[in-house]
């Protein structure tokens, strides 16, 4: 009948006066406000004006690790202000009894009679992965930067700590099972300079090393409990005290395997009621520090390969300038003594004195000059600029190669070391010409370009062969994967392994290859360290 009664003008029609009655009136809401709390996947709780629990929904409990019931009248963890509620993110740390620490994040909001709603939620795993990540990236970034070996892997270490769940870590280098270990990296035991030899008398006791089996086997080793056993077995008393240090329980060994061989371990000991993990982490860690070691072995194995190859290039230039000058020197003073028996003219003697002391001041000319390219003792008093146009006047004064020397400064504020480097990329471009390029003229070229030094040695003598692919310069990088060449024509092979070592160290970049029309170029360009 309600609906079929007409409305009077000016009057609300009466279904929309019963849809306007108060929210409070209406029961059904109140039932769906406790079904929402109820069913709410984060913690809802309220907190009186003492700052304890009043009102938790189940998940709250959960989240807590305690019973709702028992929550109630207890103190909150969270931080309430009486002059202003936030709703922004906060986050406190909660550890309930007999359980882990938990992150918790929780945003605050003014109730009413001095009460505070609260909701939060777990973040614990969350942070802890975000650590993970950026703890996976900053050593990626480490293992790529010029720095010693233990400088990388004790960052590696650093940042393994660094975690929330892992109290102290070990990245130990094997070579033998039954040899010495060695320690690359450590953090979280303090300072221990005496735990290789510690560990030693441990093995020789008798002791379980587990993380030989990791090494062995090439895979993982997980050990719950593990500092209890350590610590109770007389066998590991001489690291008790080391090893007695962190608060630690499990323990995790990660191989570390590059190329299909093992390098060693990284031990990772984990937090006092942790599970140890997660495993994909520590493998990634262990995974670039694997990297770490590989990369530093072939760096030596190619600086000692430039080493050699240096040597052979000085005992080369000793045979074929000074010791062929001293043999001439010999021959020479032999014909004098032979002219001063037969008593020769006076003037026959005076040349053949005068062509011996030629040849003594070539001969110690080139000997000075090559001890100059053992040591360039002008990088230290004068500089970069300097040493380059002395070394240009001696290989002018030797070979007869005019070298021009352009600069748009007197000297270069560099690091000490970044100089030689430089000098001695400069002086092979240099010996290159002398040896192949049939060049009249080489130019080089040393100037300052923001905040790169920038190197150019050029010549006007043989560039490419024609049927040589070098129409552009190459880079040194790939010059050496080149095929066979002609040592007086294609030089894009020549030094070029030991140039481009040098210049990588500084994370520069080098070029090498036939300019156009004749000649050929070696450009490089090094970032000068700032500061």
């Known amino acids: 009948m309600d609906a079929l009664a007409p409305v009077r003008p000016g009057e609300p029609d009466p279904r929309v006066r019963r849809s306007m009655r108060p929210v409070t009136e209406q029961a059904p809401v109140g039932d769906v406000a406790r079904a929402l709390v109820d069913v709410s996947a984060d913690g809802l709780a309220v907190i009186d004006g003492t700052g304890r629990f009043s009102f938790l929904n189940p998940v709250a409990g959960h989240l807590l690790g305690v019973p709702t019931a028992e929550l109630l009248g207890r103190s909150s963890p969270f931080a309430s202000s009486d002059s202003e509620s936030t709703l922004g993110a906060l986050t406190v740390r909660w550890t309930p009894v007999g359980g882990r620490p938990r992150e918790l994040e929780y945003r605050i909001a003014a109730g009413a009679d001095d009460s505070h709603v609260v909701w939060f939620r777990d973040v614990t795993d969350v942070r802890r992965q975000q650590e993970r990540l950026t703890a996976i990236a900053r050593v990626a970034s480490s293992v790529t930067e010029s720095a010693s070996l233990e400088t990388i892997l004790q960052a590696v270490a650093a940042e393994i700590v660094m975690t929330s769940n892992i109290a102290a870590v070990q990245i130990l280098a094997i070579d033998d099972p039954d040899a010495e270990l060695r320690i690359l990296g450590m953090a979280g035991f303090g300072e221990a300079p005496e735990f290789v030899e510690r560990l030693g008398a441990c093995r020789r006791l008798g002791a379980d090393i587990r993380f030989l089996d990791a090494f062995v086997r090439s895979r993982h080793v997980v050990v719950p409990h593990r500092k209890a056993s350590i610590l109770a077995d007389p066998l590991w008393a001489p690291l008790h005290e080391i090893m007695g240090r962190p608060d630690w329980d499990g323990f995790v060994s990660m191989p570390m395997v590059v190329r299909g061989r093992t390098l060693g371990v990284v031990n990772a000991y984990y937090v006092s009621g942790e599970e140890p993990g997660p495993i994909a982490f520590l493998e990634a860690m262990a995974d670039h520090a694997a990297i770490a070691i590989d990369t530093a072995a072939l760096l030596a194995q190619t600086r000692a390969q430039t080493r050699h190859d240096e040597r052979r290039r000085l005992a080369r230039d000793l045979h074929d300038s000074v010791v062929q000058q001293l043999f001439s020197m010999r021959m020479q003073a032999m014909v004098l003594r032979s002219q001063l028996d037969r008593r020769v003219d006076p003037d026959r003697l ?172 070696v450009h490089l360009t090094v970032p000068l360290p700032r500061g």
Request: proline share 3%; charged share 30%; no cysteine.
């Open 350 to 521: 005076r040349l053949s004195a005068e062509e011996l002391a030629s040849l003594s001041s070539t001969a110690l000319a080139d000997l000075r000059q090559l001890v100059f390219e053992l040591r360039p003792l002008e990088l230290a008093e004068q500089g970069l600029v300097e040493a380059v146009r002395r070394q240009a006047v001696g290989v002018q004064a030797r070979t007869g190669l005019v070298v021009e020397v352009r600069a748009d400064r007197d000297r270069i504020d560099a690091p000490l070391e970044l100089q030689e480097d430089v000098y001695r990329i400069i002086s092979e471009a240099v010996h290159n010409v002398v040896k192949h390029a049939e060049a009249a003229v080489a130019e080089i070229g040393i100037v300052v370009d923001g905040d790169d030094l920038v190197v150019d040695v050029s010549d006007d003598g043989l560039g490419a062969a024609p049927s040589s692919d070098a129409g552009s310069a190459s880079d040194a990088g790939s010059a050496s994967d080149a095929g066979p060449s002609s040592d007086s024509v294609d030089r894009n092979r020549l030094g070029l392994e030991s140039m481009r070592e040098r210049t990588e160290r500084w994370g520069g970049r080098i070029t090498a290859g036939p300019r156009p029309g004749d000649g050929w170029s």
